[in-house]
């Protein structure tokens, strides 16, 4: 399926459930108990998208206010979730310093591609910023590392939870009550397609993270430059 369908059809099929109130809330945001942890690949996109993004944000927040909004430093696209994030997982169960020198072996063949954000798409659970990578550099990485990973005796969990096929930032999360479900879709509706910028996807970071992705719970393992 082309991934703008994909994300046309995650969107219709999240419409009725939003316009209803029906909203799929998170109840870990806030938890200091959350102790779910993972491992992941993403790159971050360039400043002046998440300054476009951040701007459109605050029309959501006008209305939604107690929602969770993703601030700059913590929106990412998702390469490959290595080891998902799980309850009580430790730095020290595993040996970065492998995962690192695994990573290399494949990225190092990978040149910088381009990609794009433009429009909004939606689940039960939140609102995605929709990602188009320009060319098959994102896709074959992906294959590469699942195939480096079946052929290994590292721990991974890639796929287990779902595949990821697409390219999108996930930006806002429900976690209370929808106060005005009719502006929300207003907004979903008026930034749809909305062009919010592309970049170069330049550089890659193998990071320890929480569930969200927050700036504070992250450790950076590693760092790749892509070069052509």
């Not at 998208?49 to 206010?65: D, G, K, V, Y």
């Not at 052929?151 to 287990?160: A, C």
């Not at 207003?186 to 970071?205: D, I």
């Amino acid at each position: 399926m082309p991934l703008q369908a994909t994300y046309d059809a995650l969107r219709q099929a999240a419409l009725p459930r939003l316009g209803r109130g029906e909203a799929e809330l998170d109840p870990l945001i806030d938890s200091p108990q959350d102790t779910r942890r993972g491992i992941t690949l993403l790159a971050r996109p360039s400043a002046p998208i998440t300054a476009a993004l951040a701007e459109m944000m605050a029309e959501f927040q006008l209305t939604e206010p107690a929602q969770y909004y993703y601030p700059p430093t913590d929106i990412h696209l998702t390469i490959l979730s290595i080891i998902s994030c799980y309850p009580d997982f430790k730095l020290h169960e595993i040996n970065p310093a492998s995962y690192r020198c695994a990573l290399r072996q494949i990225i190092q063949f990978i040149p910088p591609f381009r990609l794009t954000y433009q429009g909004l798409t939606a689940s039960a659970s939140g609102i995605l910023a929709q990602g188009f990578p320009q060319g098959k550099e994102l896709e074959e990485l992906r294959t590469d590392i699942r195939n480096l990973f079946q052929d290994s005796d590292l721990q991974q969990s890639i796929d287990k939870r779902y595949s990821i096929q697409t390219a999108h930032s996930t930006i806002i999360r429900f976690k209370t009550p929808l106060q005005n479900p009719a502006k929300l879709l207003a907004n979903l509706k008026k930034y749809e397609r909305h062009f919010f910028g592309t970049f170069e996807v330049n550089k890659l970071e193998l990071v320890y993270n929480d569930w969200y992705q927050r700036a504070r719970n992250t450790v950076v393992l590693d760092e790749y430059l892509l070069s052509r």
